[in-house]
């Protein structure tokens, strides 16, 4: 199973910018890069789901490089309301569609 | 978009006692899972629940403790056995909607809070 690594935290002021990286040097041919969004209480929302290039949706952009070995979620012009933690996840190996969480990326987003 | 959601949203439980969580979609779907996530963690796959058979459980989950049923596209039950303190958890069901490709996202239900005394 491909695991991911990401930073545990990051602080942000509304209005910037923020990118999170992920590395998945274990990303098998077949499988997708997806971000998920977890509010306290509340089950993690889909963000984005990318296989290789770029993809951006409402949301955010996903940038993935050749190799594919990490990825970029970018989020523009952050709010408070964008606080929340992030997971970077691969879909396991072996087609068998499990998600095998992290410990994700806390965001914090200040005034 | 379609909708899934569980019941109970939260429950307070005497230990040894059971609860059964169910998640229900409103669209069929071709997976469903189920998660625990205990306080300040990440989550924790429980088990694939499988329609019209026995769910595929992850190590360190049992079937005596957490039996899960899945009888057709868009209903799942995942039941809390023999009670603890340390059961206490936010459980999620998410599924992966028919038509979907080899992409299989998965989405997620709201969670049913669950707090063992």
């Known amino acids: 199973l491909a695991k991911t690594t990401q930073p545990i935290s990051m602080d942000s002021y509304e209005g910037q910018e923020v990118n999170i990286t992920c590395s998945h040097n274990n990303i098998a041919t077949n499988d997708y890069i997806t971000w998920y969004q977890q509010f306290p209480s509340q089950g993690p929302r889909f963000i984005i789901q990318g296989y290789k290039t770029k993809v951006t949706n409402e949301v955010a952009s996903l940038f993935i490089p050749a190799d594919r070995k990490s990825s970029t979620l970018s989020l523009p012009r952050v709010s408070l309301s964008d606080t929340a933690v992030y997971y970077c996840?691969?879909?396991?190996?072996?087609?068998?569609?499990?998600?095998?969480f992290g410990q994700g990326t806390t965001l914090q987003v200040k005034p | 978009s379609a909708v899934i959601s569980q019941k109970p949203s939260r429950d307070i439980c005497q230990r040894g006692t059971s609860l059964t969580i169910q998640c229900q979609v409103d669209s069929q779907v071709t997976m469903m899972f189920w998660y625990r996530q205990q306080p300040g963690q990440s989550l924790t796959l429980i088990a694939t629940a499988n329609q019209g058979s026995e769910a595929t459980y992850e190590s360190g989950f049992v079937i005596d403790k957490f039996p899960i049923s899945r009888p057709n596209l868009t209903f799942s039950t995942l039941t809390v056995s023999n009670m603890s303190p340390e059961d206490s958890s936010i459980y999620l069901c998410?599924?992966?909607?028919?038509?979907?490709?080899?992409?299989?996202?998965?989405?997620f239900g709201p969670g049913t809070r669950l707090t063992v005394l």
């Open positions: 998410s599924v992966v909607f028919v038509g979907q490709g080899p992409s299989d996202t998965q989405y």
């Open positions: 996840l691969v879909r396991g190996s072996g087609n068998t569609g499990k998600l095998i």
